[in-house]
């Protein structure tokens, strides 16, 4: 018996007839592991008690030769049972536990998986014809078998069309097993995504996840994959079922371009959802598939300062945010004499990521903007605007500057102001700010995005979306002593017993100033009036009552197209008696048409190489000094 259950019969050549071929039938096959290098031979010799029903078997099968092929035969005898695993009476549960598995090549050559867990031996067979048994040579036919055989049948259907019938032999009966049953209740497979299962079985990284992200935004996906289609070569790359963003191009990291695009395209001709179209929602969605723009607004009174701060990462780059922004603006109020020496500080801050916009100045009020270099081709032309509130125009030290232009199809514009000084002058300033809302000629040339919601007697309708920010002068209506009193007992961020007398909440809410304009919840403190180098408030004569002067708001046309993501103010910087005011904010972007005046991509070269050159020397130095440390170091050994 072999160790599955099958009778073994031992082959005897002498028994056979002369001149009647082996039949194999008359040969019960003993499948041996193909991973075991034992054979066949030294396996039969270590069977010390044969199994004694081995001759009544073969005494059946010559009398069946001599049969008939019409005659009735006798039914063959029944397998004893328990008589498994070399003669021993063996369990069920032992006959399980002897049972070998497939491996993963026989389950790759069995497409219908009909075979039983009890044939996946295979069948050890040379084709030099050698017996089992004996060992001795065996005058068989030659015939082509193939490697692996459907488990079901005996023989492959080649052998079964050319056997004859009165040579067909009776077969040991054998003994069935039930398939296994499992004892436990599988692992249950989530529908998401994100599950481990699913991971595995489709095999997707774990670094993807944007299969999600795309799921959530309903049409995002076919957004994706249209944009796809017309600008990358998808016979180049390599991607999986489940993440469109996993693609990779074969020839560069930039998106392949097709001939038949390059031919085709024209972006003068194209409308908003127009394939040819620069500013489109194909671009837009390709470049911003959540539609939104992130914007970094900085306002800071200088002081008119001549040494600027040796660093400016705290002010630009600040250690607890994630992510840069797609766009920096930047507003000063009294400035550095050397404007050029200040942009090329932010552009030596910002590095080589970011390209100077635009900047624009009135008197010490200076307005720049930098933008992603790989996002300034859809820019428009950049328009400013200046206003003075001085009663004699040629002192510019209080008014305006406004930035205006559209970017996709969302319009913006940024103005950096400083109002009239003085803690009783309240309603100077609101002078001040209506005068800037009436008299700034923005937009000229640009063209407005959405005309029936405009009015000429204020700027700020006529833009998509507004930043107004810089030195407003309101101050809080409380003594000095009071105001120290409050920011001695208030605990963590809450300044909300300070702002209840702020001066410039309490005239928004009365709509006397900066109608339909928004603030962030203010959690710092007054940045207004400090001692140069420190934190200590004035300690002069005066005794100036710290107050919110510096602010950023914000207005858009359409509701929740502004969303703040940080307001906060810049404690390390302390070369002025005013600290900068920070502002990060998502904006909501739409496609818009390329019937407005592009930028084309215009940038100050020289400013960017400039600063680009400086950032390399400063970092140069750097290492000059941290070699010159380790060359002047010394190290003291104990011998």
Known sequence: MSEHGDSIVPFNPTELRSGEPACKADITVLRVDPRTEKSNKEELKDIKKPY???????????????????????????????????GKNISFDEKVRGRRLRNSQESLTDPGETGSSTDSLKEDTSSNGQGLASGCPLDLPPMETPSFRIRTDSFSETDNEHSDPNKERLKPSRIILSPLQSTGTYPPLENSAASTSLRTTNRIDRD??????????????????????????????????????????????????????????????????????LLGAEELDRYFPERRLGIYVATWNMQGEKGLPCNLDDLLLPTDT??????????????CPDRREWEIRLQETLGPYYVMLYAAAHGVLYLTVFVRR????????????????????????????????????????????????????????????????????LPRNLPDTNPYRSTTSDVTTRFDEVFWFG?????????????????????????????????????????????????????????????????VYDTTTKQRTPSYTDRILYRNRQ??????????SCLSIKTSDHRPVIGMFQVKLRPGRDNIPLGAGQFDRSLYLEGIRRRITRELKKREAAMKNQNNSTVCTIS
């Open 322 to 335: 994630d992510f840069a922004q797609d766009v920096y603006v930047i507003g000063v109020q009294e400035g």
């Open 52 to 86: 004694e029903g081995a001759k009544l078997l073969q005494d059946e099968h010559n009398k069946d030769a001599k049969l008939s092929p019409f005659q009735p035969r006798p039914p063959s005898l029944p397998k004893p049972v328990g008589l498994g695993m070399g």
């Open 471 to 535: 030195d407003f002068n309101f101050r809080l209506n409380k003594a000095r002593g009071e105001v120290e009193a409050i920011l001695n007992q208030v605990m963590g961020a809450d300044m909300s017993p300070l702002l209840q007398h702020d001066q410039l909440l309490k005239e928004m809410k009365e709509g006397s100033i900066f109608k339909g304009f928004q603030e962030a919840s203010i959690h710092f403190p007054p940045t207004y009036k400090f001692d140069i180098g420190c934190d």
């Open 559 to 568: 509701a929740d197209d502004i969303k703040v993501v940080k307001y906060m």
């Open 208 to 277: 993807c996840l944007d299969y999600s992200a795309v799921g959530r935004r309903g049409r995002g996906s076919e957004r994706l994959q249209r944009n796809l289609s017309d600008s990358r070569l998808l016979d180049t790359m390599v991607s999986d079922n489940a993440s469109v963003h996993s693609m990779k191009s074969t020839y560069s990291v930039l998106n392949p371009i097709r001939p038949r695009d390059v031919r085709n395209r024209s972006f003068l001709e194209g409308s908003v959802l127009g394939n040819g179209a």
């Open 374 to 441: 790989d996002l300034i081709w859809f820019c428009s032309e950049v328009e400013h605007a200046t206003v003075t509130t001085r009663i004699i125009s040629h002192i510019k030290t209080k008014g305006a500057v406004g930035i205006g232009f559209t970017f996709f199809g969302t319009s913006f514009l940024f103005i950096t102001s400083h109002f009239t000084s003085g803690d009783s002058k309240v309603y100077e300033r609101i002078l001040d700010y209506n005068k800037i809302i009436e008299a700034l000629a």
